[in-house]
Every structure is written in C-alpha cells, then in structure tokens.
C-alpha cells in the first residue's frame, strides 16, 4: 500500500505565521491528494481536494501544491482556529491511506 | 444540508462483531459511495472501505475478510460489520460521503468503538 509521510510531525507557530506542512507518497499518486484539518473532539474536515482545490467554504489561506510524490499545504496568516492536527490522503491506489499528521501548535 | 449520524454499541466483546450504522440525511444514500475510516488513540486514521447501493464496495485488504458494508436505502443508512474483534480494533469511527469529485467530503461526528470483555 502507499505510504505518505508527512513532515514535521509539530509545527510550533505563532498567530499571523505562515505554516508549510509537506507530505511525501512512496510512490506516485498523480494529483489525488487531499488535506483534512481536525481540531480537537472533531471529525476530520475537507480542506483541500486534488492536491490544489480548496473545499466549499475553505478560506483562500489555504493552499496546496504538488503532484506525483510531493505535496506541500501553505496556510497563510495563521488564525486560532487553525491551530489543529492536518492529515493528507490519496486515493490514487487502494487501499485509500493517509499520512500520520502534522500538529500545528501556538509558539 | 448533509449530516451523518453513527450508532451502535460503545462496547464490544473481544471475537464478537461489531456492526455500526451511519444514518444520512440532506442526500439521497444512492447518489453516492459511502466509506467508513477509523482513528486509532493515538491519531492514525485507516480507510475501512466503501460502498454503493449498486453493489460496488472496496474493502481495505489489510482486514483480512473480517469486514463487510452494506446499503439500506428504504431508511438512507448504511452499515459496517467487523467480525472476530480484538483490542486492535478499539479505536473512534467515522462514517463518510465519497465523492467521485471531491473524495470524504462530509463526516459524522464518529462513534467510539472499545473492544474490552
């Protein structure tokens, strides 16, 4: 199955920081990538759809880039709310999988 | 509006089933695939598997058979089994749409699954 790294594994920011989270696949996934945020006692929330489509909803701080094995999701001008756990996954292969997230943190 | 609602017991003996329910509403259940993730303690998400009310499902392999869906579109719900449980299996699960476009774009607030005797 395809494995997806993503890296760090914390981020520790401040509010108004910029926040770049990678994410790495064994092999590649073309652009079927996703991004979800979960904030604390929530489900998991589509962020980003095809490594670069922002959800219904999704503030336009939110970027991704990337296609084939490397990904990358920018948040700009960090909100409070931001501060959660992000989880990419593909759906090239299956099983479908996601990476082990990335923690962004406040500094 | 789309919402998803999971139910089922909260406890479950170690080789027993499991068998949870996603309730839908906002959409019709057959417009769509449905998949059920869980979350282990500890954060990692697995994709179980999905399924269409025409009889299309892909399961996760790493399950070894232990794990079948299915559709109820008279009461716009669908359904999870796990047969011969263990403590691995403890973990939140997540009922959600798949989007041929967009993938897990709505999720239920998940139900907490412990395997325990």
């Known amino acids: 199955e395809i494995v997806l790294t993503q890296s760090p594994a914390t981020l520790s920011l401040s509010p108004g920081d910029r926040a770049t989270l990678s994410c790495r696949a064994s092999?590649?996934?073309?652009?079927?990538l996703a991004w979800f945020q979960q904030r604390p006692g929530q489900a998991p929330s589509l962020l980003i759809y095809?490594?670069?489509t922002r959800a219904t909803g999704i503030p336009a701080r939110f970027s991704g880039s990337g296609s084939g094995t490397d990904f990358t999701l920018t948040i700009n001008n960090l909100e409070p709310e931001d501060f959660a756990v992000y989880f990419c996954?593909?759906?090239?292969?299956?099983?479908?999988?996601f990476g082990q997230g990335t923690r962004v943190e406040i500094k | 509006q789309v919402q998803l609602q999971e139910s089922g017991p909260g406890l479950v003996k170690p080789s027993e089933t499991l068998s949870l329910t996603c309730s839908v509403s906002?959409?019709?259940?057959?417009?769509?695939?449905w998949s059920w993730i869980r979350q282990f303690p500890g954060m990692r998400l697995e994709w179980l598997g999905y399924?269409?009310?025409?009889?299309?499902?892909n399961y996760n392999p790493s399950l070894n058979s232990r794990v079948s869906m299915s559709v109820d579109t008279s009461k716009n719900q669908f359904s999870l089994r796990l047969t011969s449980v263990t403590a691995a299996d403890t973990a939140m699960y997540y009922c959600?749409?798949?989007?041929?476009?967009?993938?897990?774009?709505?999720w239920g607030q998940g139900i907490l699954v412990t395997v325990s005797s």
């Open positions: 959600a749409r798949d989007s041929s476009s967009r993938g897990n774009d709505y």
């Open positions: 906002g959409v019709s259940i057959s417009s769509y695939y």
């Open positions: 399924i269409h009310d025409n009889g299309n499902n």
């Open positions: 092999q590649s996934v073309s652009s079927s």
């Open positions: 095809d490594a670069s």
């Open positions: 996954q593909q759906r090239y292969f299956w099983p479908r999988t």
